[in-house]
């Protein structure tokens, strides 16, 4: 299995990115695909997730209304929209990849058995 990210880069506050991930070597369409970060110094944190139908998903509360996940499972990518970027956003972003319920995104790592390498987003103020 491989999750590879693209799309990450330097922007200046207030700018948008916008992430993917293609998958490989698994059913993607019936795997939930989601999103964390890491900052310098600070733990991964979760930040979303989506459904293997695309039709729910979950995003960290701090980031509602800046971020959006959607997914296209014919193309085997989940898409993570970043608007109104901060510099508090500055961090390496990874992919994953799991059966396990939405629910359990945030906070059961060992359920989630695949991971991208992560691509580093940076927002200059």
């Known amino acids: 299995v491989q999750l590879v990210e693209s799309g990450g880069g330097l922007v200046q506050a207030g700018g948008s990115l916008r992430l993917s991930c293609t998958a490989s070597?698994?059913?993607?369409?019936?795997?939930?695909m989601g999103w964390f970060r890491q900052a310098p110094g600070k733990e991964r944190e979760f930040v979303g997730v989506i459904s293997w139908t695309g039709s729910s998903t979950h995003l960290t509360a701090s980031l509602k209304g800046r971020f959006t996940i959607s997914r296209d499972n014919t193309e085997n990518t989940v898409y993570l929209q970043m608007n109104s970027l901060k510099p508090e956003d500055t961090a390496v972003y990874y992919c994953?990849?799991?059966?396990?319920?939405?629910?359990?995104?945030?906070?059961?790592?060992?359920?989630?058995?695949?991971w991208g390498k992560g691509t580093l987003v940076t927002v200059s103020s």
């Open positions: 994953a990849a799991s059966e396990m319920p939405l629910g359990g995104w945030p906070t059961l790592r060992n359920g989630i058995p695949y």
């Open positions: 070597g698994l059913t993607f369409s019936t795997y939930a």
